[in-house]
């Protein structure tokens, strides 16, 4: 992957709880190089850490649907992953065939060089049509802001929670940047409180992850998951305290 990881002061502000910042985290499992057995290893550190989420490719949603039930930990996955360009009948379609096979949350890409050309409205149209299919799951839309002019942004941000998303995205984890702060505070002045902010890309430390959550990020894709985790049991004094 691209994306180098997003540097951030240590943080000095109160300390959650291990069990807070799991589920703030989908767990991810995205390369294109994971065979069963490394998704089978991420799978384990999903579940040992009670994360939120894995967010795993198309083609693993049902086996990993059958090894997580009832564990806590839900089903994610991609569509129209990595570029966008995917026809929205092609985006409807996936997410159907997805959520018939048990995926419980939705990442998808938008078509991005119909943003980049003004076209708001053809932006807004795919992503209801992806949360009308969605029917009731949740819907994080991905806008690979390092593509992007702050106004096209702000655009794609706006045109997401009037077609009902559940979050605005950062990235991929995949392009050439990933989660900024500056995206963070821009994303989360931009939507309503009804809309949540997810952070992708080079989220690889805990202070860079609680730095992105005091700014309005509240879920994370993070491959980097148990090294956090364990950082942050060790800074609240390896008590065991979650």
């Known amino acids: 992957m691209s994306v180098t990881?997003?540097?951030?002061?240590?943080?000095?502000?109160?300390?959650?709880?291990?069990?807070?910042?799991?589920?703030m985290i989908d767990h991810s499992l995205l390369r294109p190089e994971l065979t069963p057995a490394d998704v089978e290893a991420g799978l384990a550190v999903a579940v040992e850490y009670q994360v939120a989420s894995v967010c795993v490719r198309p083609a693993d949603v049902e086996s990993v649907a059958v090894a997580l039930h009832g564990t806590g930990v839900l089903v994610g996955t991609v569509v129209g992953f990595p570029h966008g360009s995917s026809t929205t009948a092609t985006?409807?379609?996936?997410?159907?065939?997805?959520?018939?096979?048990g995926t419980e949350e939705i990442d998808m890409v938008i078509d991005?060089?119909?943003?980049?050309?003004?076209?708001?409205a053809f932006t807004r149209d795919e992503i209801a049509a992806v949360v009308q299919a969605a029917e009731g799951r949740p819907v994080k839309v991905i806008f690979e802001n390092a593509y992007l002019t702050n106004e096209e942004k702000v655009a794609g941000y706006r045109a997401a929670?009037?077609?009902?998303?559940?979050?605005?995205?950062?990235?991929t984890g995949f392009a050439g940047g990933g989660a900024t702060a500056a995206d963070i505070a821009l994303m989360r002045?931009?939507?309503s409180p009804a809309v949540r902010v997810k952070a992708a890309g080079g989220v690889r430390t805990l202070d860079a992850l609680l730095e992105l959550n005091r700014l309005g990020a509240t879920r994370f894709g993070a491959t980097?998951?148990?090294a956090m985790l364990d950082d942050l049991e060790i800074r609240r004094g390896g008590s065991g305290a979650r």
């Open 224 to 226: 980097n998951t148990a």
């Open 161 to 171: 929670e009037a077609a009902g998303a559940a979050y605005v995205k950062t990235s």
């Open 91 to 101: 985006k409807v379609f996936e997410t159907r065939d997805l959520l018939s096979l």
């Open 112 to 120: 991005i060089g119909r943003l980049r050309g003004g076209d708001t």
């Open 189 to 191: 002045r931009t939507v």
């Open 5 to 23: 990881s997003l540097e951030a002061p240590r943080w000095d502000g109160p300390l959650p709880t291990r069990d807070a910042v799991a589920k």
